[in-house]
Every structure is written in C-alpha cells, then in structure tokens.
C-alpha cells in the first residue's frame, strides 16, 4: 500500500523541533553528569533517523546516524564525554535545526552535514562501533550468534499520531538486522494505520538483536520479543494459521467483533491546534464579553425580567466559555525557560567563564501572547548576567569568590501577578560608573547625575543606547537591548526592578500579569470621563474626607489606619475641570510593594474588560494600558498604575 508522505511532514516537523528542545537540555545534562541522559539522546536521535529515512531526507539520516555511533560508545562506556564531545554533538543538533528548517520552508533537506560526519567519524577512529556498520555485516555477525525465530508483539502509545508511520519505522528497523516472516495484521494494513495500534511481527532472528533495537523507538507503550522456534515450524504454523483463518466461520468471527466491542476504546486526551485558530477564538470571546456587557445594561436599563433572566444565564456560559479558553491559551514558562542552558553554556565557555545555571519554577504558567512578548528581553538579561555580571574565574577567585558563578532564573505566581528573576553573584552594578557613562553618551546631563538617587541611576541600564562597554561584542556593547525589557514589561501592564550590591551581585525582578486579554476592572468616573482601573493592582477603595486627606510639605496623602499613602487626584492629573464632584473616592492601589493613593470623582461599575492595544501614535503615552469598549460602545482608557503613580503621565 503506498503511503502519501505529504501527510505526515506537518507531524513530522513538529516532533522534531520538540525532539530538539529536549536535546540540547539532555546535552546540558549529560555534561553536568547525569549519564542517564544519554539512553534520552540515543532513542531522540534514533527516532529522527528512522523519521527522517521513512520520509527520504538523506542527509539527516546519514548525520543522525553519525551520532548515534558516538552516542553508542558513550553508552556503553567505552567513551568518556568531556566538553570537546559536547561542543560537537550541540553543532550536530544546530544543524539538524538548519536541516528542518529547510524541510519545512524548501520541503528539502539539503543541507551540507559532510564536515560534521568527518568529526563524527574522527571521534570513533580508536574503535567502530557496531551502529556504523553495514546491515550486511550486522546480519553476518548475528549468524554467528544464536539465532531463533521469535515474534514482537508491539502496542503503540495511546497518543500515537501516526501509528502507521512509527509501525512502519519498526519494521524497517527490524528488517535491517533480521527477516521478517510474517505480520499480524497483514503490513499494508499496519503501515495504512487502520488497526488499533496492537500488532505482531514474527521474525527469524536473534531475540537480543531485536531487543537492542526495540528499546530505542520511540511512541511504544509496550512490547515483548517472545522465542517461538526454528524457521521452518514457525514457517508451518503460520501456514496453518492462515489456512484457518480463512475457514473460519462467519458465526465465530461475529462473536469476537461483539466481544471487542465490550472492551472499552481509548482515545487520544490531547490534540494540535493551530496557534492562528485560538487567537481567533480568543478575539471571538473577546467581542461576546462586550456584547454581554451591553445586554447586561439593557436589562437594568430596561427592567425587563425574562431578558434578566437569559442574560444571567448567558453571563455564565461566557463567563464559562471565556475561563475554559484562557487556560488554553495558559502555556509553561519552560517553554521558554528551557532554551538558556545551552545559551548560558556556549557564552560562558566563548567568554572563558565557569557558570552555574538554576532554574526554577518552569510550572509556572502564562498566556501564550505574554511568553512570546517576554521571551526576546529574558534573553537580553540573561546573556547581561553572563558578560557584564560573572566575572571570570582569575577575577572571581582574586575577590575572594569561587572561581565558579551562579545565575539563576526563576518564576512563581504571587497572587495575581508572575514574578520574574534573574540573579547572579558577580560583580554587581557600580552605580557612579553607571552615571559618568550615561553622561558620556547625554542619556543624563552632569546636574542630574550629582543629584540622581540610587534607585533611578540603577534604572539608566535600561535607558536606550546605555552600555557600560566601551568596545562593541558579540554579546553585548551596542547599546541595544535592555532598554526591550522595561519597555516590553511596561507594555504588558508589568514592570522592572534592580537589586544590586557592588562585588556581590544583581538581581533584577520583572513583574506581570499572568493575562493581558480579558481582566477585571473598576470602572471609575472623573469629571464627565470614565476610566477603568486593572482589579488585579487594587487593594481597596475608601470615601476620601477632610480627615484623612493632609498635605505635608506640599506632597498629598490619604492617612489611612494610622499611616500615610501617598496620593494623586486624576482631576487634577488630568486637568479636568467638567463635571460636579459630590464625595471623591480614593482607590488604594500597589506598586513594587508599596501603596498609592489614587482619587477619583467616582466608582461607577466593576467589571470585565476587553483590552484593545493603544496605536502606534499614542503606545508611547504614559499612563495608560490601552483602551476597552463597553456594553453601550464607548471606548474609555485603561489606566497604567505602575506609570501613573511614578509620575510619568503626559497630558
């Protein structure tokens, strides 16, 4: 039966960027010692070999096979890895990511692999591992071995997406160190994907041969090599089996249809969806939550009880809808955490530098279009944690320290914010040298320089165009791009904040939203306009009177609970002098830990919002987040605590 490849590329190309995660996370650790990681890489890059081979690209195949047989002799002890090894085998998977890349934009694969396969070849010159050998001298040293005739019997993993690919790929690989008598069902049907993911394959064959093989493939739940007998009995047997088979009759063959139809059928728990489509669904929700939002005004506007009624139970279809689609769209910070190791390895070792790299809390989730935003500005701080913290190892041991430096990068959730952190020990920020540079290149003027506090000289490093490097890198020096990580972080209704002490060490905290689609909000009145305040950064409102409203030497406070909280009034923020004020409410709101007092006319509702982005012209606007549309189609502005209450807004 002849398979249309074109139909499994698609498959194809994504389990193999996946492949490629783990394998340069399983390098990392075979590097730190964890020898185990090795059987991991060995069945990856088997996988993407017979992958690879079933699909005809060539030169993927010949340089997966190149890795295995070092990857073989690591295995078995017969290599010792060093960092030499790994340099080579992580060039390896950077070419396998040029080759798919290839595969997936020019549906070809080549990609010249000859000098990686020379190294490969090279490595493996004080001995040939059996896996560089040809089938035909495979085939001739099992002959020298006990052969017997065995069967496979093989069940593929429940989420198995191609189970007539990976069937076929185990034949192929059984084939290539023994002969294939017979299969259960028959192949065209196996290698055509229409059986329940269970069949047998009867071999003549040595049994541990077969074993060595099997334990390399990947999307098995399970299989047994059972020894049956000679070639010729179980040449008979087969015969046999088949001949009755045929006379088997009509009645008995029903009877075991109605017995399998008992047995209970699996099915797949998770399925591909294109990233495209929950977006869509997303903007979708988005414009039913507005068009909730307005029948809610209509039937309290209107105080008609069977429209309350539906819409109350329409409300909670949405609200449903809406929590069960963004947890779709909730993804693993791994996702994006996992790509450091190798970054973090390859610097230090550029650079001539020993690291230490942790991470912690890859669980934590995010919305999708939030990791994606994030992920360009974690890179930019880690690969500053690298150049300009660690130092290297003379430096470090001079100081006192160990010769080896620490970075670690975590997340965890604290109430309804995600805290990001990139620490390390090095040499921390030198807060006058901060200040003379950003002089040097006009970021500051002289005047602000002598009066700037510790905290805003900390902020200068992401000023754009700051670098405390006077020769442009490879890494860094060019002025661009930890000024992307304030930006970006404010952007997401997040923001940044530096810890450092000179000779010991940075640390810098990035705060967000675990969501920037829909939120809930408060939707307060100042003057004749309306603005909404995230619910996420509000800790509670209160009635501001002349008690606890005081200035003190020129700056307002609200005094609440024997303590003072600094204050702004928006009327006054703004400038907006319409609109009559009968009793001001003062919205106690949380920024980097500490409180603010925000005074506005009103609360008119509270509520969940649609959050649009602001244009190009006005994203640069302090102050606020974006814009929403309620229920009766205005458009109001969704203010941006974390620049408001610092003083940044432009009006």
Request: charge should be negative; include cysteine; hydrophobic fraction near 40%.
């Amino acid at each position: 039966m002849e398979i249309d490849m074109g139909e499994y590329k698609q498959e194809f190309l994504q389990e193999s960027k996946e492949y490629l995660e783990i394998l340069n996370q399983s390098f990392i650790e075979l590097e730190n010692g964890n020898k185990d990681a090795v059987n991991e890489i060995f069945r990856i890059a088997h996988t993407i070999k017979g992958m690879a081979g079933f699909l005809g690209y060539k030169n993927l195949e010949e340089l997966c096979h190149g890795m295995e047989g070092v990857l073989s002799r690591i295995r078995d002890g017969e290599m010792e890895v060093d960092s030499d090894i790994i340099d080579l085998m992580l060039e390896c998977v950077d070419r396998i990511n040029e080759i798919v890349e290839k595969i997936e934009s020019e549906d070809t694969d080549d990609v010249d692999v000859s000098d990686l396969i020379g190294k490969l070849t090279a490595l493996k010159q004080d001995g040939v591992d059996k896996t560089n050998k040809t089938t035909k001298e495979i085939k001739e040293e099992d002959k020298a071995q006990d052969v017997y005739n065995v069967v496979v019997n093989v069940e593929l993993a429940d989420d198995c997406a191609m189970k007539g690919v990976r069937a076929a790929l185990i034949l192929e690989a059984i084939s290539e160190i023994a002969k294939i008598v017979k299969t259960e069902p028959d192949e065209e049907v196996i290698e055509g994907g229409d059986f329940d993911g269970k069949f047998s394959i009867f071999v003549d064959g040595s049994k541990d041969a077969i074993n060595k093989v099997m334990k390399n493939i990947a999307e098995i739940k399970s299989y047994e090599v059972v020894q049956v007998g000679d070639a010729d009995k179980l040449k008979s047997e087969l015969d046999v089996k088949i001949e009755g088979e045929k006379k088997e009759d009509k009645e008995s063959r029903e009877t075991k249809i109605e017995g399998r139809k008992d047995k209970p059928k699996k099915t797949l728990e998770s399925i591909r969806v294109n990233i495209e489509q929950l977006d869509t669904i997303m903007n979708l929700v988005g414009e039913l939550v507005i068009s909730k939002g307005r029948l809610l005004q209509i039937s309290q506007e209107y105080d008609i009880p069977e429209l309350r009624e539906a819409v109350g139970i329409m409300d909670k279809s949405i609200t449903s809808l809406q929590d069960e689609i963004m947890q779709i769209r909730m993804v693993k910070i791994e996702r994006v955490f996992s790509k450091f190791p190798r970054m973090v390895r390859d610097l230090s070792r550029k650079m001539g530098k020993k690291v230490k790299f942790i991470i912690e809390g890859q669980d934590t989730e995010l919305d999708r279009t939030i990791l994606d935003e994030i992920s360009d500005p974690l890179v930019h701080l880690v690969r500053n944690a690298v150049d300009h913290g660690i130092e290297t190892p003379e430096e470090r041991i001079k100081a006192g320290k160990s010769e080896v430096g620490l970075i670690k990068l975590s997340a965890r959730r604290e109430k309804n914010t995600i805290i990001i952190e990139i620490e390390d020990d090095g040499r921390g920020l030198d807060l006058e040298e901060i200040k003379k540079k950003a002089v040097e290149r006009g970021i500051i003027l002289p005047s602000e320089a002598e009066t700037m506090s510790d905290e805003d000289a900390k902020m200068l490093i992401f000023a754009p165009g700051f670098s405390t490097k006077s020769v442009a890198t490879e890494v860094s020096g060019r002025g661009v791009g930890m000024d992307v990580v304030k930006t970006t972080a404010e952007k997401l209704g997040g923001n940044v904040k530096v810890f450092t002490k000179k000779g010991e060490g940075m640390k810098v905290r990035i705060s967000l939203p675990p969501t920037v689609a829909i939120i809930k909000s408060l939707i307060v009145k100042v003057g004749d306009e309306n603005y909404a305040i995230p619910l996420s950064s509000v800790l509670e409102a209160l009635y501001v009177t002349k008690e606890n409203w005081k200035v003190i030497h020129g700056n307002p406070f609200l005094y609440i609970r024997g303590k003072l909280v600094p204050a702004v009034k928006l009327r006054e923020l703004f400038n907006i002098k319409n609109g009559k004020v009968e009793k001001e409410v003062g919205i106690i709101v949380e920024r980097e830990g500490e409180r603010y007092g925000l005074v506005v006319d009103a609360i008119t509702n509270q509520q969940e919002i649609v959050i649009k982005p602001l244009s190009s012209f006005l994203s640069k606007v302090k102050g606020f987040g974006g814009v929403t549309i309620l229920g009766d189609g205005r458009v109001i502005p969704i203010l941006d605590v974390s620049s408001l209450i610092g003083g940044e807004v432009l009006v």
